[in-house]
């Protein structure tokens, strides 16, 4: 999520962060978000690294077996939803 600007607090947090490729040759960075308001907020999803996409593996707000999906679900946009007091998951992947 972007710092500043309208609509922005101190109760949402995004981390984007190198995974080294996650132990393997096509694994990718990690972008994991919070969301600890009692609203839904839009994150602001940064550009995937290395003409990478993004895959979500893991959002707090799904039903099982939705909420974690190890291989990544593809097709993330550049604003993602988040539900009240959830988290997300993403990787890059070629």
């Known amino acids: 999520m972007r710092a500043g ?3 922005t ?3 949402r947090v995004g981390l984007p962060g190198n995974g080294n490729r996650l132990h ?4 990718g960075d990690l972008y ?4 600890a308001h009692d609203y839904f907020v839009k994150a602001v999803i940064p ?3 290395d003409s990478r996409k993004w895959f979500r593996v893991v959002d707090t707000n799904l039903e099982s077996p939705d909420d974690f999906v190890p291989e990544g679900v593809p ?12 988290s997300i ?3 890059s992947k070629m």
């Open 5 to 7: 600007g309208s609509g």
């Open 75 to 86: 097709g993330i946009k550049k604003i993602y939803n988040m539900a009240p007091y959830s």
């Open 89 to 91: 998951i993403l990787e």
């Open 47 to 49: 550009s995937p690294p």
């Open 24 to 27: 393997e040759e096509n694994g």
């Open 9 to 11: 607090s101190d109760n």
């Open 32 to 35: 994991v978000a919070f969301n």
